[in-house]
């Protein structure tokens, strides 16, 4: 058995290719492009790497974040030998591992019924809670990056006024929220792509602030599956990490000097790194295994 790699890419091909080239000698990659960007800029030449074709326009903290991720799933199960897969690994362009891929592969199977995300409760954080109890428009109105557009004031205005209300919340008794990033066992990925009642649900979480870290986590808490998640108790998707690094900030990009944290965190991928910035730090990381073995068989 073996992972298989689902990734997320947008921007930075040159990072993403890293990435899959680190990936593939352990697990087939399935790619989602951004629709916003040309997929040919992230292509290499190796019959492991599948991209989705059916591409979405993923927006920032909006519910095209979760359709790109749901499509990414489908396309992996089709394309994939189910039973020969240990668990679907979702990461971005700009994750990195932080140990040898090999060593991921045998932990990955070593834990080959376990689900990596852990949740924790939307309702135990006024903050949080806030995601889903009131009106956002990230789907309609999209961040694009810049301080001064009517987009965007169009989108303050209607968050102010949308804040004055507070919204029921339908489907469920447990909303819950945690990070992005996790790898979950072909079980449960095959229950998520089946969801009988997905439309309900994104047309709820259309109006929500970053779904992507609410649905998923949502479905599996109020599943046969629920046993096999873990909650957790934390204010951010940090505190709800899974196999990543992420700083709190969750804007901080590690550079070489962060080497010796990185490494200590005991994680399997750190995020966010990007070509440029952070490439003397992915050689040291690519030597880490290496060095790591060495040391092994000297003794030291």
């Known amino acids: ?88 690994v979702l990461l971005s362009g700009n994750c990195y591992p932080l140990r040898p891929p090999e060593e991921f592969r045998a932990y990955s199977r070593s834990h080959a019924g376990t689900n990596f995300i852990k949740l924790i409760p939307l309702a135990s954080m006024r903050k949080q809670h806030e995601r889903v109890r009131h009106f956002w428009f990230y ?71 970053a779904p992507d870290e609410i649905y998923f986590h949502t479905l599996l808490t109020n599943s046969p599956l629920q046993h096999t998640v873990e909650p957790v108790s934390g204010s951010g998707v940090w ?17 070489t000097s962060d080497y010796e944290e990185i490494v200590a965190s005991g994680k399997w991928f750190v995020r966010k790194v990007g070509s440029g910035i952070s490439s003397d730090l992915c050689d040291r990381l690519d030597g880490h295994g290496h060095l790591a073995a060495e040391t092994a068989k000297k003794g030291v």
Request: include cysteine; proline fraction near 5%.
């Open 139 to 209: 789907q309609d109105l999209p961040v694009d990056g810049r301080k001064y557009t009517l987009v965007r004031l169009s989108r303050g205005l209607l968050q102010f006024v949308g804040k004055l209300g507070r919204r029921s919340l339908p489907l469920f008794s447990q909303w819950h929220f945690g990070s992005q990033w996790w790898a979950l066992t072909p079980e449960a990925v095959s229950y998520l792509v089946s969801y009988p009642h997905e439309a309900s649900v994104k047309r709820f979480l259309r109006f929500s602030k």
């Open 1 to 88: 058995m073996s992972p298989v790699f689902l990734l997320l890419v947008h921007a930075d091909p040159q990072q993403a290719k890293r990435l899959l080239r680190r990936l593939v000698s352990v697990g087939r990659c399935i790619v989602h492009v951004d629709a916003k960007a040309e997929p040919a800029a992230f292509r290499i030449d190796d019959p492991r790497v599948i991209f989705v074709k059916d591409r979405v326009d993923v927006h920032w903290g909006a519910i095209s974040q979760v359709e790109a991720t749901l499509r990414l799933m489908r396309t992996a199960l089709a394309e994939c030998e189910v039973s020969q897969v240990s668990h679907f």
């Open 239 to 255: 505190d709800a990490a899974n196999l990543h690094l992420i700083d709190p900030s969750l804007s901080r990009w590690f550079h």
